[in-house]
């Protein structure tokens, strides 16, 4: 029996563990053909592995999606290979493993996080939207987290684990300027450009804020 993406492509960064693996594998289980992106190589050989295992098509790309080269050549790839991209779930993302008050913080550390957990997201938006508009409307989910939303228990103010949060919260505000933005035009908006807002997985990015989970990435 065809599954519900039967057909359709997906894309997925941060695709090497946790959530990203999650979601790839649950589009190859609906029949979507898959781009699987990942700055960790090893890790999304592995998810890769574990769709073709069952027979289903996937292709891994390395990439940092805070390079707006990487990101085109990316979304490139994806239509160079299945010939559409009609879902993308942005995943990638980062957070600290020390965290001290925010004068010692590091400017290097603070760049790093919001290059990679809102620019990153920006940038796969950027090169995903005018793709999907060529075919009549596409789905985009943008992974943010509860952080965005509201404080963590045991968390001074003056604790630069903000430096996640910000970033989730300044995503979310580029969420609804897409969403007010592509609001017609074949888009489901709340469907085709949305973000979810998960509390730590059980994944090494979870693991930093006490998720006691053992697999790899997001």
């Not at 891994?60 to 805070?66: E, H, L, N, T």
């Not at 160079?80 to 004068?103: F, I, K, M, S, W």
């Amino acid at each position: 029996m065809p599954g519900t993406l039967t057909g359709k492509v997906a894309l997925v960064t941060g695709g090497a563990s946790g959530i990203g693996r999650a979601t790839a594998l649950t589009f190859a289980r609906e029949g979507a053909k898959l781009v699987i992106a990942d700055m960790n190589e090893e890790g999304g050989q592995q998810t890769v592995h574990m769709i073709t295992e069952n027979g289903d098509e996937v292709k891994f790309v390395r990439v940092d999606v805070s390079n707006a080269t990487e990101v085109e050549a990316m979304i490139s790839k994806a239509v160079e290979t299945y010939g559409r991209l009609d879902c993308a779930h942005n995943n990638a993302g980062v957070t600290q493993r020390a965290y001290p008050p925010t004068g010692e913080f590091s400017e290097d550390d603070w760049h790093r996080v919001l290059a990679i957990n809102l620019t990153g997201v920006w940038l796969c938006m950027k090169y995903e939207i005018p793709q999907m508009l060529k075919q009549g409307g596409g789905a985009i989910v943008n992974t943010a987290s509860v952080a965005g939303l509201v404080g963590l228990a045991g968390r001074s103010a003056g604790d630069t684990r903000r430096d996640c949060r910000n970033s989730r919260l300044a995503l979310l505000g580029c969420y609804f300027l897409c969403h007010r933005t592509h609001n017609d035009g074949g888009w489901r908006v709340c469907g085709t450009i949305d973000t979810i807002n998960p509390s730590p997985p059980e994944s090494p990015v979870g693991d930093l804020h006490g998720s006691k989970g053992k697999s790899c990435g997001r």
